[in-house]
């Protein structure tokens, strides 16, 4: 199907289904899909190298909808393509059960990233179109539709900024500039002259065109081959196009159209239709392999004082040898210490500089390619991207996030650079797991765990050196703890991580010295916790447990224990010592004193519990 009457045919029949699904089902956004539907005939005839039947292909070219509320459209074209059904179409479309879901996630073989939440497509699309061009070495092009709205967001633009910096001539941006929003018109309507500087002002390339212009829209999308900058298509559109009674009217966006209406509809559309297409094969081609090595962890004496920031970063830097592994920072690589990898690897090295939504997201689109990105900053910046995270654990996504500086420990940089909420954030997010390491060896280890997991990994790190507490024959579980300190004499539990942990091991010298036997556990794995060292360890201690957390309250290592304990139907007296109010500047030892987590404050807590 080449001619353009074919493709005006197709264009009509992806309108028709979008009607016919979202009526069906009652719900969806058949007008924005309305709107696209030209743009993505003559793209997926014409443009998209795409072998439908092998979604594997490394060669294939990649299709993005972030503007995912379009999923009427992109479910059409999977029929039109010959992978969906027009009675799945029909009958699952944002059913129960179905994985025709109502905004696109990977559970279809042909979506690569879930969106929906609008400004996460084109992000993740310059993830994909990195790995395209430094690391798989391969011609597939990346294409994204995105939606007039969501030019709104700020992570749109610093993804079109990183993709100029990248020079990503692999990457265009179709922008469906229909006029019109949720609840009305958009910031900037038809005004495509300031699309086109702003676009330009990010050194994006910029090409306007009729959006229901078939040749037009062909033309365009034919001169984004071989170039050395992303291209952004921005195409004046009508929101509903096709039915008169609703073509750029407003409040009719997320309304499908009632039984009556579609049928008036899809008359004035010409009826149904139930063409199948192919798309243009992609180009022979397998990706590039990178050398692999034997991984050799760095060593630290017991006793030496090393940071767990310094730790992750060399122990980033050996597993480097494996050639799946890709890193990332946000401009702070010489506090959280990526570059450690960056001096070894740098051709696998991507700095996203201060832009912590486009480094989730670009280690999101690197997973898609197969491969293990480490994406760090400090921990408080990642609340920045926290929608991206929640985001990438609707998408499958494969990724490992290094939260450094910690706490109230980092000192006198007060609490804007605190991360006291980074636990509690990072436990709520589906499937994920946290870690938390106390020393450099533990660190190290966990940074090769951390390779070998699946879904979302996050590792917390801490700005100081404290002391190493473990030999290079201790191995670390994801799921395990360590009881640091134990005998048949204890009388209460001490559990800590990181810093804390160091303050509990002190909390226990000065117990013991007061004749009081206390058990220490190091709660590393924060998620998936160890519930039967907990166990075990209150039984020892007659249910006696001081938890102490440099971080607020709710939601983390306190709630990770009591939840597990709880769960467990087991009952125990607890102290919780936590942040519980603001902090400022100060030193470590001065702020930790401060918030009543420091070793004076755990030896009071399990004092008051023996007493009663």
Request: proline content about 5%; overall charge negative; aromatic content about 6%.
């Amino acid at each position: 199907m080449k001619t353009m009457d074919d493709i005006r045919e197709l264009a009509q029949q992806l309108r028709v289904d979008s009607i016919r699904c979202s009526t069906s089902a009652g719900s969806g956004h058949p007008t924005s899909s309305m709107s696209a539907a030209d743009l993505m005939a003559v793209l997926l005839t014409r443009h998209f190298r795409y072998d439908w039947q092998r979604p594997d292909n490394p060669a294939n070219d990649h299709l993005i909808f972030s503007k995912g509320h379009a999923s009427p459209l992109l479910y059409s074209m999977f029929k039109s393509a010959g992978v969906v059904s027009d009675e799945e179409l029909m009958t699952k479309y944002r059913r129960f059960g179905s994985v025709l879901e109502g905004h696109p996630t990977p559970a279809l073989p042909w979506v690569d990233v879930a969106t929906g939440s609008l400004g996460q497509g084109l992000p993740d699309g310059v993830g994909v179109a990195l790995a395209g061009r430094y690391l798989d070495a391969l011609p597939y092009r990346v294409w994204v539709l995105c939606g007039d709205s969501e030019m709104a967001e700020g992570s749109m633009w610093e993804a079109l900024d990183k993709a100029a910096y990248y020079r990503l001539g692999n990457l265009t941006a179709i922008v469906d500039v229909n006029r019109l929003g949720q609840r009305g018109p958009t910031e900037l309507g038809w005004d495509l002259e300031a699309y086109v500087k702003r676009v330009e002002g990010f050194g994006c390339r910029a090409v306007v065109v009729d959006g229901h212009d078939l040749g037009e829209i062909d033309k365009a999308l034919g001169q984004v081959i071989d170039l050395d900058r992303p291209t952004v298509i921005l195409a004046r559109t009508r929101k509903g196009r096709g039915f008169s009674e609703i073509e750029d009217r407003e409040g009719w966006h997320g309304r499908p159209l009632p039984a009556e209406m579609a049928e008036r509809a899809i008359i004035e559309l010409g009826g149904e239709r139930h063409l199948t297409v192919g798309s243009p094969q992609p180009a022979a081609g397998t990706p590039r392999t990178w050398p692999a090595s034997e991984v050799r962890l760095p060593h630290y004496e017991p006793g030496a004082k090393v940071a767990t920031r310094l730790a992750y970063g060399q122990a980033l830097a050996a597993i480097g040898a494996r050639g799946d592994i890709v890193a990332l920072d946000g401009e702070v690589g010489n506090s959280t210490h990526s570059e450690e990898f960056a001096k070894k690897y740098p051709e696998r090295y991507f700095e996203m500089f201060i832009a912590e939504q486009q480094l989730v997201a670009a280690a999101v689109g690197l997973s898609v390619r197969g491969y293990v990105p480490f994406a760090s900053t400090f921990a408080a910046f990642f609340t920045r991207a926290y929608d991206f995270i929640r985001m990438s654990a609707i998408s499958n996504a494969n990724i490992r996030l290094c939260g450094s500086h910690a706490g109230v420990e980092i000192g006198a940089d007060g609490p804007s650079q605190m991360a006291l909420e980074d636990l509690a954030m990072m436990r709520a997010v589906q499937g994920s797991t946290v870690l938390y390491p106390s020393d450099a060896t533990s660190a190290a280890a966990l940074v090769r765990q951390m390779a070998e997991c699946t879904g979302i990994v996050y590792m917390r790190t801490t700005r100081g050196a404290y002391p190493v507490l473990y030999g290079a024959e201790e191995s670390f579980p994801v799921g395990g703890a360590k009881c640091v300190r134990s005998s048949r004499d204890d009388q209460v539990t001490l559990v800590g991580a990181g810093v804390t942990l160091h303050n509990c091991l002190a909390a226990a010298d000065e117990l013991k010295r007061d004749g009081i036997s206390a058990r220490v556990v190091d709660m590393y794995s924060v998620k998936p916790i160890d519930t039967q060292t907990l166990l075990d360890a209150a039984v020892a201690t007659r249910d006696r447990m001081v938890v102490v957390e440099d971080h607020y309250p709710a939601g983390g290592i306190g709630s990770a224990v009591l939840e597990a304990l709880n769960d467990a139907r087991h009952p125990v007296r607890v102290s919780h010592l936590a942040v519980r109010g603001l902090p400022g500047s100060g030193t470590p030892a001065e702020l930790m004193r401060a918030a009543g987590i420091s070793a004076d404050h755990v030896v009071e807590a399990a004092r008051k519990l023996l007493a009663t």
